[in-house]
């Protein structure tokens, strides 16, 4: 069997028997799925660019049927794609045959909260707004959002080690995860989740885990360090003339703010018009090629509101910024980040999208938006930049009414050699997935992607955890 669109062989893996659905029933009584209908949505990802044809979707309860639905599934030489909120934006959450699709959305229970130091734990299958929801309660924050938050899984959020809008405050899951526990391809289950701030005793093995996507162990449950919810949260929307400019107001922001900075997004004219267009969103500011969005989160808000303030009037006055807008109250901030968070749902209303999400210098970050958008043509519609600058991240994405074989491959290898050519990462947080495997060398030497390999064997000898993901395509 050979996937239709993409060239990639069906791995020798057993198809799941009438005994096999017989005895995922014994371990998940009433929790095996196999309905075609209630499959559909499993089988396809969010872009909907995706679509796997797995048979059976198999919802356990607590880490020890994990185990066993592993166990079983090693012994058979069954494949296995781990699935939370399938948010995913590179095809890795997915089956791309018939794998058995093991999904956290019933291991959704928190574990525990401790109010002093601020530490969640909790199963993988808790959505993200959920947790922010319970923490918020109790005055933290979780130190992670992103666009997809109201069904994406914190498992998800781990084993793609998503960054999102607030790492330019919190730093990456990679330090504010304290403990995990995984199950391996064999059924054990590995538990390290402790809550410890300090723990060097030897390899800190749940990194191993944290950015995997599901191919060395499913997550099952997490550790996470919360920090306490901050007193004033104040955005600003800022109309830039340049990109340029852009990059001095973000220098500025540094300076200005300091500590109180939480966010520092850009945004393109033509983002603007998408969300316009597909979502009736409303421009705050004059029409400007650039938009960036300043979060501020602080502990007093006067304090906060007379620094952004002051910024916005230094800004405005040496021409950095054209026009801009403040938001205090928490239904103006919400407006505002929806503009910025909402593009990727404009995008995918626009048509058929290629998704880049590349890490890149500051001062090269946009050229290669400009670089394409000079080179490109029908069916290219529309191609645009977005990100969190602060990170060092852009968003590229090129629309067109319907998939073209020959606007990818004026994209693909370009991008990624263009990356490549600044030293930059091909995929800077949405993972590698199906979509990206192929581009890891132009980010990654050949000796990185070996060790990659013989980790995998070592975790997962047979294969089973989500085949034809993440790793390097082989020759
Ligand atoms: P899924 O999509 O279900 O799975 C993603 C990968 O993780 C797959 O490979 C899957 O096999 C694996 N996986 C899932 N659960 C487990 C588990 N428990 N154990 C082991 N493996 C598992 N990403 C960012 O980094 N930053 C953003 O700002 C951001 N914004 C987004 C906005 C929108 C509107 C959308 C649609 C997506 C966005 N994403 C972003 C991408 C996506 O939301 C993240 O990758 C998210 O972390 C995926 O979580 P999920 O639960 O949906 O995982
Ligand atoms: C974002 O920052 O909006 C997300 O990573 C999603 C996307 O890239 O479209
Ligand atoms: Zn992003």
């Not at 028997?17 to 396809?44: H, K, M, W, Y």
């Amino acid at each position: 069997l050979t996937c239709e669109r993409y060239p990639v062989r069906r791995l020798p893996f057993s198809v799941v028997s009438e005994e096999d659905l017989a005895s995922f029933e014994r371990i998940v009584p009433g929790r095996v799925v196999t309905d075609p209908e209630e499959l559909e949505a499993s089988n396809v990802d969010w872009l909907r660019t995706m679509r796997g044809c797995s048979k059976v979707l198999l919802k356990p309860r607590t880490t020890e049927e994990v185990s066993c639905i592993l166990r079983y599934c090693h012994g058979r030489n069954l494949a296995v794609n781990p699935q939370g909120g399938n948010t995913g934006l590179v095809g890795g959450s997915v089956p791309v045959f018939d794998e058995v699709i093991l999904s956290t959305a019933l291991m959704n229970q928190v574990i525990s909260f401790h109010s002093v130091s601020g530490t969640l734990v909790c199963q993988a299958g808790c959505v993200l707004e959920e947790l922010s929801r319970y923490v918020e309660e109790r005055g933290f924050v979780v130190p992670l959002d992103l666009g997809a938050k109201g069904s994406c899984h914190i498992g998800g959020n781990l084993a793609t080690n998503a960054g999102g809008l607030r790492l330019l405050r919190y730093g990456s899951l990679r330090g504010t995860v304290l403990g995990l526990e995984a199950v391996l391809a064999d059924g054990t289950v590995l538990n390290c989740l402790t809550s410890l701030r300090k723990d060097n005793t030897g390899y800190d093995l749940k990194q191993l885990f944290i950015g995997s996507e599901g191919t060395l162990g499913v997550i099952t449950a997490v550790s996470i360090l919360c920090p306490p919810k901050p007193g004033a949260v104040n955005v600003a929307f800022l109309g830039c003339p340049g990109f340029a400019e852009v990059l001095q107001t973000f220098s500025a922001c540094k300076g200005m703010l300091g500590e109180i900075l939480s966010a520092f997004e850009f945004m393109d004219a033509e983002c603007m018009r998408l969300v316009q267009h597909h979502l009736l969103l409303a421009c705050p500011v004059q029409e400007s090629p650039f938009y960036v969005l300043v979060e501020t989160s602080g502990s007093r808000a006067e304090h906060d509101a007379e620094k952004l303030g002051g910024f916005l009037d230094q800004a405005l006055g040496s021409g950095l910024v054209t026009d801009g807008t403040l938001a205090t109250d928490q239904r103006k901030v919400k407006m505002l980040w929806a503009l910025r968070e909402r593009i990727t749902e404009a995008l995918s209303r626009d048509g058929h999208v290629y998704k880049y999400d590349v890490s890149l210098p500051l001062d090269r970050l946009y050229d290669l938006v400009t670089d394409l958008r000079a080179r490109l043509r029908p069916p290219a519609k529309h191609v645009v930049g977005y990100g969190h600058l602060g990170d060092g991240n852009l968003h590229l994405n090129v629309t067109a009414e319907a998939f073209s074989a020959p606007l990818l491959g004026d994209l693909e290898p370009y991008v990624y050699e263009w990356t490549a050519g600044q030293r930059g990462s091909v995929s800077a947080e949405h993972g590698v997935g199906f979509r990206k495997r192929g581009a890891l060398g132009y980010s990654k030497p050949p000796e990185a992607l070996q060790l990659m390999q013989q980790l995998k064997t070592l975790l997962d000898p047979k294969g089973i955890l989500n085949p034809y993901k993440t790793l390097p395509v082989q020759a």
